[in-house]
């Protein structure tokens, strides 16, 4: 089993930065790809980026290319996203999930999640 907790949410203003960070424990290994994805109130829960688990190679979501970064530190089981230019349209409840080979764009493909942080974006 893994375990991952997220952090680093918060309410921030329009156009402002947040970093989030999800640390990984229990039965961690480096090789896990990571994602994150987010859900919106009312809505269900989308992919916002994901990583290989050398760090290698990232994806995103169209609608968040140039804005975010997904990062890793496998020496510390941390994985980070670096969200810019934040919008309104961005709050969301941010979870990080964990899957073996590569990188998944869809809820089903991981196979641990956390139980997410609250990011706020005021106008």
């Known amino acids: 089993q893994v375990q991952l907790v997220e952090s680093g949410g918060g309410l921030v203003q329009a156009g402002g930065s947040l970093r989030l960070s999800c640390v990984a424990s229990g039965r961690t290994s480096s090789y896990y790809a990571m994602g994150w994805f987010r859900q919106a109130p009312g809505k269900e829960r989308e992919f916002v980026a994901a990583i290989t688990w050398d760090g290698g190679n990232a994806y995103y979501a169209d609608s968040m290319k140039g804005r975010f970064t997904i990062s890793r530190d496998n020496a510390k089981n941390t994985v980070y996203l670096q969200m810019n230019s934040l919008k309104p349209e961005d709050t969301a409840v941010y979870h990080c999930?964990?899957?073996?080979?590569?990188?998944?764009?869809?809820?089903?493909?991981?196979?641990?999640w956390g139980q997410g942080t609250q990011v706020t974006v005021s106008s």
């Open positions: 999930a964990a899957r073996h080979g590569i990188p998944g764009g869809v809820v089903g493909d991981y196979d641990y």
